[in-house]
């Protein structure tokens, strides 16, 4: 095994009803409060004016930052980093999804950067300080809720960077609130959830039983509870797996012990959604499968013959072919969960797949993943989701 570091500064408030906790938990940081937030389901959904009553009650001032796009822009973290300035705010409340967390971590630390906040983005070892931030999560997916990470996009230079921007400092995380993703959602963020796990699963080294179990359980917790949150939405502990399993997914512990490498589907995806603005767990789940057909070899076939064994319980005297088998259950089980599993169908095609695929080596580090990927496999992995 591996030496690792565990040091996750995130305090997390799991399961229903934690959101009595939110204003004592602001009351750790200070009075002004940028509220920031999506496009309106929070608004369509009641947690808004739940919020906007606690905040109220609780007499804390509030500026509000709402509108923030899926695969958020860096145009919005300026806009609310400008905020923070000007309102001498002291902690920021995102209530939302990855997108909206990820803007605020960059948000909190471009609240005190002199400089460029694209070029902050780029470079998140010149971040020295930043606001804290509280979260209330509202969507199973990114993780970005326990994680350190923030992925931010750039329209202009069609650029989409994850970046060590901060960790949040408290973490609402209330299944019920995610009872209202629409079915669409709730199968991208569950293929997101799964890929982070995937991602670390197949690395070059196979030597932590504890992870290896960790990830197989994840992805079977996810496996089986997809199914019943997409057949009954309010379905509780389905959502609470689903919202369990996202915040455990990007936090570095399903890989403790292992040795990592590069994470090849997500190099690959943040070019997509840079260049067409997809949703990030469609852009997974089409990719993941060609991705495992393509690196498919006899180096890879034991650890696929073993995903196929102990994720989707399935059996075949032939290695290669159970290999195969597991590999045709992962497209079969997004492909049943309604996502759109070609890139055609989601309005891609081969016009920019040479550029996208130099951005993905270069910026997913995709030399070092766990098997090697040039810009002609990249090309020939976006062909086969044609
Ligand atoms: O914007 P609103 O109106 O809130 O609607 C959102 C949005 O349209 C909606 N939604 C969220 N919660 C809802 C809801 N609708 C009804 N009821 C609710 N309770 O869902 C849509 C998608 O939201 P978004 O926040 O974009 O989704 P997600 O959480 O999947 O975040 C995606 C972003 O996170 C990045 C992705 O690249 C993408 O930019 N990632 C962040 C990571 C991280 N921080 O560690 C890692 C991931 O790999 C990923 O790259
Ligand atoms: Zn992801």
Known sequence: MQNFIHNIPTQV??????????TSVLDRFGKKVLLTYGGGSIKKTGLY?????????GGFTVVECGGIDPNPRITTVEKGAQLCKENEIDVVLAVGGGSTIDCSKAICAG??????LWQMVLHPETIKKALPLVDVLTLAATGSEFDIFGVISNMETKEKIGSKLGFPAVSICDPTYTFTVPANQTAAGSADIMSH???????QRENSDMSEGMCENILKSVIKNLPIALKEPENYNARANLMYASTL????????????????CHGMEHELSAFYDITHGVGL????????????????????????RNVWGLEDSDEYELAKKGIQALYDFFKESGIPMTLTEIGIDEEYFEKMAEDAVKYGGLEDAYVPLTKEDVVAIFEACL
């Open 285 to 308: 789940a089409i990719l993941t499968p060609r991705w495992m057909e393509h690196i498919l070899s006899d180096k890879t076939v034991g650890r696929f013959a073993r995903f196929a």
């Open 49 to 57: 004016d739940d919020v906007m009553k606690r905040l109220n009650d």
């Open 197 to 203: 796990i995937m991602e670390v699963y197949f690395s």
């Open 13 to 22: 408030l799991f399961g229903k009803g934690q959101i009595e906790n939110l």
């Open 249 to 264: 997914g990007c936090c570095g512990m399903p890989g403790y012990g292992k040795d990592l490498s590069s994470w090849s």
């Open 111 to 116: 609240a005190y950067y002199e400089g460029d």
